[in-house]
């Protein structure tokens, strides 16, 4: 069974950095994308960064550009996004996914708890 477990949400101010962590399990993580997708209070889930089974792949949300960086450590298991220049508009539910193929950006099958990043001053 595949599990996504995420960390590292929180509150900050404006212009702070957060990075969050997925730690994954129950399947050969190196072989899938993986994804971070956020949803806010009254909005739709919307993709926030992937990056591909080698990590040489990445897609960023237009939002974030500049701001976000997702990377990967196969070796660890691990997703992470690191969170630049914060805004109050990056205020949401950040959840981790896994992919099914090597790179995607639409089709996500596993998915994380969520982790709240609350950006206030």
């Known amino acids: 069974q595949v599990q996504l477990v995420e960390s590292g949400g929180g509150l900050v101010q404006p212009g702070d950095s957060l990075r969050l962590s997925c730690v994954a399990s129950g399947r050969t993580f190196s072989r899938y994308a993986m994804a971070w997708f956020r949803q806010a209070p009254g909005k739709e889930r919307e993709i926030v960064g992937a990056i591909s089974w080698s990590g040489d792949t990445t897609s960023y949300a237009d939002s974030v550009k500049g701001r976000f960086t997702i990377s990967r450590d196969n070796a660890k298991s691990t997703v992470y996004l690191q969170m630049n220049s914060l805004k109050p508009e990056d205020t949401a539910v950040y959840y981790c996914?896994?992919?099914?193929?090597?790179?995607?950006?639409?089709?996500?099958?596993?998915w994380g708890q969520g982790t709240q990043v609350t950006v206030s001053s």
């Open positions: 996914a896994g992919s099914s193929t090597a790179w995607s950006t639409v089709n996500y099958d596993y």
